[in-house]
């Protein structure tokens, strides 16, 4: 397999009115040092709010359509549903899924490389590294200048590479969640080092060893070794024993001064915001909930969580002309992500195999329990109160 093919260097015509101009973004250009993507999943709560999103994506098919008019459609298959179930050589469809949605949330841009065989067709999409892509838009034209490990860099133009973008402000790059929210990850950051070092020593200070009369620097920190030698660590809560002109007076922090864990909580549920998902989903509160608050908090982190980042994925991938033509595109499959429990799936069933007024067949209600097509036998007949004659269910 071959690389990626090289943009042809030729020269685009200039927009009217714009000769010699050209606009540019460049990852990381006006990017503040202080919360970087590739660091921002050692935050735990930037961790698990990616984590929830990635794998809930991964979890949902993406599917392979095709129009037949009249607003209907059918699953297709050929070279793009079969590209899409084996994106590249050892990946499997979570996996690309979930490395798409995790430079979407870090980065707020993926790129695919489609790399082609011998013949020009498109053989596999692999992901590209965001921080290694530069996208500009020479004279009304996209243009992607990808840098390799190596320092080397090639151009391409969509034809080399499909864009997901995430919320955009120029239309050309999606912002960085990670950069956007900075002031929040600091914030979070620092909530988690203060606490850290506080309860290290048990959330407060041991104490304070005074030592009456003069004496060298050397006399007091031999006496400071020697006391956290004996009464730290395993020997945490032994029976102290001072002679001499030694006193060691304790100093104690009331729990209520620090209040840290409600400040981390404030913190997590801050992080869960800008990632808008429901904070439960990531620990941050602890919530009485119901078998109804959890069905409806289900539904509406599909809707309003989820959804939206898997439409920028669907548009992307079926708006490209090398994978999809005018009559098909991808859609993901959030049934599985939905599904309901045996005893409302039933009642649904029940309704929709009503030989008046239901929508679906058994075969069709089968596959959908992974269950085997049933043989003509096992097919029960019930009788049609309209035609009063025998039809099948």
């Given amino acids: 397999m071959g690389l990626l093919r090289r943009r042809e260097q030729r020269s685009l015509p200039a927009l009217p009115g714009s000769a010699d101009q050209w606009w540019w973004y ?16 050692g935050n735990p709560d930037v961790y698990a709010c990616t984590r929830v999103l990635a794998d809930a994506a991964a979890s949902c098919p993406l599917i392979v359509y095709r129009r037949l008019g009249d607003g209907e459609r059918r699953r297709a ?27 979407l949330l870090l980065f707020g841009n993926s790129y695919l490389g489609k790399y082609r065989d011998a013949e020009g067709r498109v053989e596999q999409l692999l992901p590209i590294r965001p921080d290694r892509v530069t996208v500009e838009r020479r004279a009304g034209r996209i243009a992607f200048t990808v840098t390799d490990e190596q320092g080397r860099q090639s ?7 499909v864009h997901i973008k995430a919320l955009s402000t120029d239309g050309l790059c999606g912002l960085s969640p990670i950069r956007q929210m900075r002031l929040a990850l ?16 048990n959330a407060r200070p041991s104490g304070i060893l005074k030592i009456s009369g003069g004496g060298s620097t050397e006399r007091f920190e031999h006496a400071k070794a020697l006391w956290q ?26 729990a209520d001064d620090a209040e840290f864990v409600a400040a981390r909580k404030l913190s997590a549920v801050e992080v869960a915001r800008c990632f808008r998902l429901p904070p439960w989903m990531i620990g941050a509160e602890q919530e009485s909930m ?25 548009q992307a991938l079926s708006a490209d002309r090398d994978l999809f033509n005018a009559s098909s595109f991808c859609e993901f499959l959030l049934d599985g992500l939905l599904r309901a429990d045996s005893a409302t799936r039933a009642q649904v069933y029940e309704k929709a195999l009503n030989p008046v007024t239901g929508w679906m067949r058994r ?19 019930v009788s049609n109160p309209i035609t009063n004659g025998a039809v099948v269910a």
Wanted: charged residues 20%; negative net charge; glycine residues 8%.
């Fill in 186 to 201: 600091e914030g979070n950051n620092a909530v988690r080092t203060a606490s850290t070092a506080l309860f290290r020593n």
């Fill in 363 to 381: 075969d069709e209600v089968r596959r959908l329990e992974n269950l085997e097509p049933e043989t003509a036998g096992q097919i029960p007949q």
């Fill in 155 to 161: 151009e391409h133009d969509l034809g080399d590479i």
């Fill in 290 to 314: 119901t078998y109804s608050n959890v069905e409806s908090q289900q539904l509406s982190f599909a809707i309003h969580s989820l959804n939206p980042w898997l439409v920028c994925i669907e």
């Fill in 26 to 41: 460049r990852p990381g250009q006006f990017q503040d040092q202080s919360v970087l993507p590739e660091k921002a999943l």
């Fill in 229 to 254: 030698d004996r009464h730290t660590g395993e020997r945490q809560g032994g029976i102290a024993v001072i002679t001499g002109d030694a006193e060691f007076m304790p100093i104690g922090m009331p």
């Fill in 77 to 103: 298959t050929g070279r793009t549903a079969d590209l899409l179930r084996t994106p590249s050589e050892g990946t499997t469809p979570a996996s690309f899924v979930s490395t798409v949605m995790a430079h």
